[in-house]
């Protein structure tokens, strides 16, 4: 069973308006959570992070918001552009494991 | 430039012939891992790699292969591939876990006949 979510394979926004890409979690003990962003024929790359003990981190135009009660973490990209446009993968990291573990992705397209 | 390569970028092969994927960063990295890309399935952990010669299984080790002689070195074995191991297959490295980026490679689109 998947121990991260992300129930929306796609996104579609409008250029200039708010992008919000969600991500639900099954086990407490996760330490940090990340997000990746991957276009076509290349590897993921980083896009920003969150410590399980913040509910908030702010990076220029992304913002991700963590709810620990909830088990659910949202990016936010305002305003969205369409170089914005791509996969977005949410992770988690496994602090007794040492293991990363991803969502399925959110395939998101800002249109002009 | 820092970065993270992998060899071959594609590779269609057929089943049971033993096959080696090369990857090597050049950050000095100690983490190392490979994941796995299907779709509707994500990314998926296969092996990773906390230094020099420790090696731990992640989410789905099954018919694959790990070694870790040098830190900049983490070659993906397959001694006998399968269909079900075609995929997109990407290495990554950090500094560790936790909140540290990984960097990824560009990945090897495998195909198993």
């Known amino acids: 069973d998947q121990q991260v979510k992300q129930n929306s394979p796609s996104l579609s926004v409008q250029e200039g308006r708010i992008s919000i890409l969600n991500c639900d979690y099954t086990n407490s003990m996760f330490d940090y959570f990340l997000w990746y962003k991957k276009y076509p024929a290349e590897g993921p790359t980083f896009l920003i992070s969150?410590?399980?003990?913040?509910d908030k981190n702010e990076d220029g135009r992304f913002t991700v918001f963590l709810n620990k009660s909830a088990k659910h973490l949202s990016l936010h990209i305002v305003p969205s552009q369409p170089g914005d446009s791509a996969v977005y993968f949410c992770a988690a990291s496994d602090p007794e494991f040492n293991k990363f573990y991803f969502g399925s992705g959110t395939k998101l397209n800002v249109k002009p | 430039e820092a970065q993270v390569t992998q060899n071959p970028r594609y590779l269609i092969t057929v089943t049971g012939k033993k096959l080696t994927v090369t990857c090597s960063q050049n950050?000095?990295?100690?983490?190392m891992s490979w994941y796995r890309q299907d779709p509707g399935l994500g990314l998926r952990q296969i092996y990773y790699s906390m230094n020099v010669e420790v090696t731990d299984k992640g989410d789905v080790p099954e018919g694959y292969k790990v070694s870790r002689k040098e830190k900049r070195n983490f070659p993906l074995i397959l001694e006998s591939p399968s269909p079900n191991q075609t995929s997109l297959y990407f290495c990554?490295?950090?500094?560790?876990?936790?909140?540290?980026?990984?960097?990824f490679g560009p990945g090897t689109r495998l195909t198993v006949l």
């Open positions: 990554a490295s950090s500094t560790g876990t936790g909140g540290n980026e990984q960097f």
């Open positions: 950050m000095n990295h100690e983490y």
């Open positions: 969150i410590s399980s003990i913040k």
